[in-house]
């Protein structure tokens, strides 16, 4: 500490400095002693600016030479003088700048501030009056700190970037399911703003409907368990997308889980995909009707229901009379068009939960689900050959199509009681049906 309103006779200059309450040197060292310990730099001022009180701290945070304090303790003016000087209170003139400081502090209003000196050195100054008169100001220096706080703040920016610019939705989601971090992604994706979703319970951000799905997997998470799951989310623009979502819990170096991460993503295009590969695997590319696979595991559903419900239902198959002669003699564009149009005849003969399938060429197959007997399947096959040859209308030029159908009956359990047998006992009866010609034959 260096001390003195005026230095004592004998002390050196700048030491110590006499108890204002005119204490024996004992007390005097011992709070020298004190103040040197403090880990900031410390000063106390008079009523009149003169300084009483400062420890060695002070002097080394403000790099104060010893000359400062040869003649003793300077007053405030002198040292405030001194560091404008020396430019620490930025540009400009000296004394103006000591002015204006100086009346700020006969004002011995309370005060905190931080303060950058030349030397990169934050200093934070806290100044405190004293009931009967003067202050006393603590110096701290925060450069640390402040280091600190920059990196932090350059981390966040730097995960903020990382994180907006990644092709995923991420949400951060604390153990009491407030909403932590949200990506601008994420916010864009549900058409809302960053700082409408953080710090927002998840419930509000997705609301009640939604939430009562997600309740599950996201406090799985939050026990410690990663998982992933698929849902549909409805857009406030009126769209509907396919979401993957996978949760990954953050868990503490003890063990405990802190929140969990929500990273999305939009996968509606994939899903389409699939199903138009679905599709085109299942399906006829010329009539959309179902193919020989998709009709196989049709048929095999259809025994398996019927078995177990004890039901019977009607397998048909179905040879297009005269076709390749309208493929021959008005080109095979006409004869696309003639299966597209059978196709879409066919289907309008039938329930929506019976199956119309293109198994090949001009060959057709129907099965009729959950039938009483054969008189409830024969009318069925008169509403089809009578839809069939009736003339078709083909193309730009309106060409003009007559064919006709053959159609061969099974009939489950009756003429067989598995997949093979039951197409075979089918595909007999219609080519007995071909010998006449535009009819039906049960096997």
């Known amino acids: 500490m260096n001390g003195s309103d005026k230095t004592r006779p004998g002390a050196a200059p700048g030491e110590g400095a006499i108890d204002p309450c005119g204490s024996r040197p004992e007390a005097d060292a011992v709070l020298r002693a004190f103040l040197d310990y403090l880990p900031s730099g410390v000063t106390l001022f008079g009523p009149d600016l003169e300084m009483i009180a400062c420890n060695t701290k002070l002097r080394k945070l403000l790099d104060f030479p010893d000359e400062l304090f040869a003649d003793g303790l300077p007053s405030l003016p002198t040292l405030l003088r001194f560091n404008a000087r020396r430019g620490d209170y930025g540009p400009g003139d000296p004394e103006t700048i000591t002015a204006a400081a100086l009346e700020r502090a006969r004002k011995m ?6 303060r950058t000196r030349p030397n990169g050195v934050v200093l934070e100054v806290r100044g405190t009056p004293l009931p009967g008169g003067g202050f006393v100001t603590i110096y701290t220096d925060i450069t640390e700190r402040k280091q600190t706080e920059q990196a932090l703040r350059d981390s966040e920016a730097e995960l903020r970037l990382l994180t907006d610019n990644v092709p995923a939705m991420i949400l951060y989601v604390g153990r009491n399911m407030d909403c932590v971090f949200a990506n601008r992604r994420y916010a864009d994706f549900f058409g809302v703003a960053v700082a409408d979703i953080v710090g927002k319970p998840l419930r509000e951000i997705v609301g009640d409907m939604a939430y009562a799905a997600l309740e599950g997997h996201f406090s799985k998470a939050l026990e410690g368990h990663p998982l992933a799951y698929q849902r549909n989310v409805q857009l406030d623009s009126g769209g509907q997308r396919c979401i993957e979502v996978k949760l990954v819990p953050r868990v503490a170096e003890q063990g405990q889980i802190l929140g969990c991460y929500s990273m999305a993503i939009d996968i509606t295009e994939q899903k389409q995909a699939e199903e138009r590969i679905q599709h085109l695997a299942h399906h006829d590319s010329l009539t959309g009707l179902p193919n020989r696979l998709l009709f196989n595991d049709r048929l095999g559903q259809a025994i398996s229901l019927a078995k177990r419900d004890t039901h019977q239902f009607a397998l048909l198959y179905l040879d297009l009379d005269r076709f390749k002669l309208v493929n021959d003699s008005l080109g095979h564009g006409a004869g696309d068009q003639l299966l597209i149009d059978v196709a879409d005849r066919l289907r309008h003969q039938v329930r929506e939960s019976d199956t119309v399938a293109r198994i090949g060429g001009d060959e057709f197959a129907v099965i009729l689900r959950d039938i009483a007997g054969r008189e409830v399947v024969a009318p069925v096959a008169e509403k089809i050959i009578g839809a069939l040859t009736a003339p078709f209308h ?44 535009s009819c039906y034959v049960f096997s």
């Not at 209003?109 to 931080?114: I, K, L």
């Open 394 to 437: 083909l193309g730009s030029q309106n060409q003009k199509a007559d064919i006709g159908v053959s159609i061969g009956i099974g009939i489950y359990p009756a003429d067989g009681q598995d997949i093979d047998t039951l197409i075979r006992q089918a595909d007999t009866a219609m080519y007995s049906a071909k010998i006449r010609r």
């Open 109 to 114: 209003a309370p005060h905190v501030f931080e």
